[in-house]
């Protein structure tokens, strides 16, 4: 592993950014707020060039990491990462959990996916319910989990 390799390891997780330009950037996630309106932001960090000045009054180019805010569904996680130790601000009290409306694109693909009430991937229409209501969609299989937040490894189901 060279030195790029082991730093960028080490500074995750990583998601990938859609800016408003309709570029792409990989972003390392720092944090997610929600704001009183009840949108979800992503707090991330964007490695951004930059000039660093050695000792000798050298220049060269660098990375230098830049903080940067995001809408939520702006951010796509990236498989393999490891978005659990991340901290969540401002998530509502009441219900735990979510039921989010999926687009359908054959009869057999799911209708609704669960998430826990922080999960910063519900995306469009959803609605919160109950750990009951919860426990028993998993048990019937009529949700599909999300692969981010696991809810039913909380749920232990």
Known sequence: M???EEWRSKAGPWARAALPDGQ???VIVTGWTRT???EWWCEAEAILPARFEDADGRSRPT????????AADRVTPI???DYSAVPRDGAISGRQWVIEKLHQYAEEDPSRRLHRRDCWQ???E?????TEDAVERLA???VVRCDVCRPDKALRR
């Open 63 to 70: 990375g230098a990491p830049t903080a940067i805010t995001l």
């Open 24 to 26: 792409g950037l990989d």
């Open 79 to 81: 498989p393999g990462e």
């Open 36 to 38: 009183p309106d009840g």
């Open 140 to 142: 019937r299989e009529t």
């Open 122 to 124: 519900v995306r469009g």
């Open 126 to 130: 959803h609605e919160r319910i109950t």
């Open 2 to 4: 060279d030195a790029e």
